[in-house]
């Protein structure tokens, strides 16, 4: 009977060690990691959009580059075409 009560008064005491150590605002060093990250995160999040703007302008070059060359092959094709009416 004695073992369950000690666990509880154990248990208790360590809870209450918890709550004690523990502060109800950060550190100033706290802080500053916060807002250290907080600037990272700005920081990478900007990169993502210039990455993403970047990849958004190749791929507009892409198809630029596509059409010129379906464009060309039509060109192509049509001057063969006119070789053998020569012919």
Not at 19 to 26: E, L, M, T, W
Not at 63 to 82: G, W
């Amino acid at each position: 009977m004695k073992k369950p009560f000690a666990l509880v008064i154990i248990g208790c005491l360590m809870i209450i060690g918890l709550f004690a150590g523990c502060s109800s605002k950060p550190s100033d060093e706290e802080m500053q990691q916060l807002n250290d990250l907080k600037a990272e995160i700005t920081s990478l999040e900007q990169g993502i959009a210039a990455r993403e703007s970047e990849k958004n302008n190749l791929l507009k070059s892409i198809a630029d580059k596509d059409a010129q060359l379906t464009q060309c092959a039509k060109d192509k094709e049509a001057l063969q075409q006119q070789l053998q009416n020569l012919k």
